[in-house]
């Protein structure tokens, strides 16, 4: 089995990660999503975060600076320990 593709982090499709909106609509639901972990953390450090939720304080520090895609369990474990709906919700924007 070949590996898989190397694809491009969430930052690196966002000028200003996560300030500013992405052009790209997938990378922009990642920083919805970094903007909505944020809020729910308030003034929790990561290390809180990670014991709370159960996920491991480095895969949320790659996920808030956009160095990574977060993946289903990790959403789940966040969304579960945090008690908050950190997806956003769709919508298609502006045509």
């Not at 982090?9 to 909505?36: K, Y």
């Not at 944020?38 to 304080?57: C, H, K, L």
Request: proline share 8%; hydrophobic share 35%; charged share 25%.
């Amino acid at each position: 089995m070949s590996p898989r593709p190397s694809r491009v982090t969430p930052h690196e499709l966002c000028i200003d990660w996560p300030t500013t909106r992405s052009d790209d609509p997938v990378a922009e639901v990642a920083r919805q999503f970094v903007l909505n972990l944020r809020d729910a953390m308030g003034s929790r450090s990561i290390r809180e975060v990670a014991r709370e939720t159960g996920v491991d304080r480095a895969s949320i520090g790659t996920v808030l600076n956009g160095m990574s895609w977060p993946d289903t369990a990790t959403l789940a474990r966040l969304e579960l320990g945090l008690k908050a709906s950190l997806w956003p919700a769709y919508s298609e924007g502006p045509n």
